[in-house]
Each structure stands twice: as C-alpha cells, then as structure tokens.
C-alpha cells in the first residue's frame, strides 16, 4: 500500500533551517507528482510547495517563495523540503502528498501522517 512517511521536523529558533524527508513506498514514485502541505493551528491546509514526477519543475506558495526549496530523488524514492529563513509563522503540521501524473494543481491522492514544525522567536 502507499506509504509517505515524513522525517526530520522539530523546533528550531527563528531565522533558522530544517529539511523535511518523505519516504515513499507502495506506488511508482517517478511516475508521481508530489508536494508538501502545511496546517498551522486552527488554519486550513495550504500548499507550500510541489514537484513533478521528473523533477523538472517546482511550484511554490507565494507566501513561501524564496525560503523553501522542494527536490527529489527518483532513485531512493525520497522527497525533501529545505526551509531557510524560518519564522514563528511557519509552525505548522507539515504534510508530504502525493498524485498520479503531472502536477496540475495542488489536489494529491496521498498523504503522509505529518511532521511537526516550530518555529521560536
């Protein structure tokens, strides 16, 4: 079965960094757009940033642009997420997904259980 399994969250002080993992397994990863969502507290989910299967392109949040970097790695079925210049606003549950073909929107078939993130000021 599908599985993404996020890794590498935690709290760190404002201006600071983190790289998020996602392990994936159970589908053909290559073949698969995937993305990373975030949910702040009492917030809805949002897109922050997501790839396609070749990792040719990236498409980021407006909010979020300049500070996160998405990539993969196709030969280790792994996802990343590097986030620079952190803010206490970016505390949030964050979210590795996943879909089926091109990346034509933020919809994903997948998701992972979620990776805390805080962020101190």
């Known amino acids: 079965q599908v599985q993404l399994v996020e890794s590498g969250g935690g709290s760190v002080q404002a201006g600071g960094s983190l790289r998020l993992s996602c392990d994936a397994s159970g589908f053909t990863y290559s073949s698969y757009c995937m993305g990373w969502f975030r949910q702040a507290p009492g917030k809805e989910r949002e897109g922050v940033a997501r790839?396609?299967?070749?990792?040719?392109?990236?498409y980021y949040a407006d909010s979020l642009k300049g500070r996160v970097t998405i990539s993969r790695d196709n030969a280790e079925n792994t996802l990343y997420l590097q986030m620079d210049s952190l803010k206490p606003e970016d505390t949030a549950m964050y979210y590795c997904?996943?879909?089926?073909?091109?990346?034509?929107?933020?919809?994903?078939?997948?998701w992972g259980k979620g990776i805390m993130v805080t962020i101190s000021s």
């Open positions: 997904a996943a879909r089926g073909g091109y990346c034509l929107n933020w919809s994903m078939h997948y």
């Open positions: 790839i396609t299967p070749d990792g040719a392109k990236q």
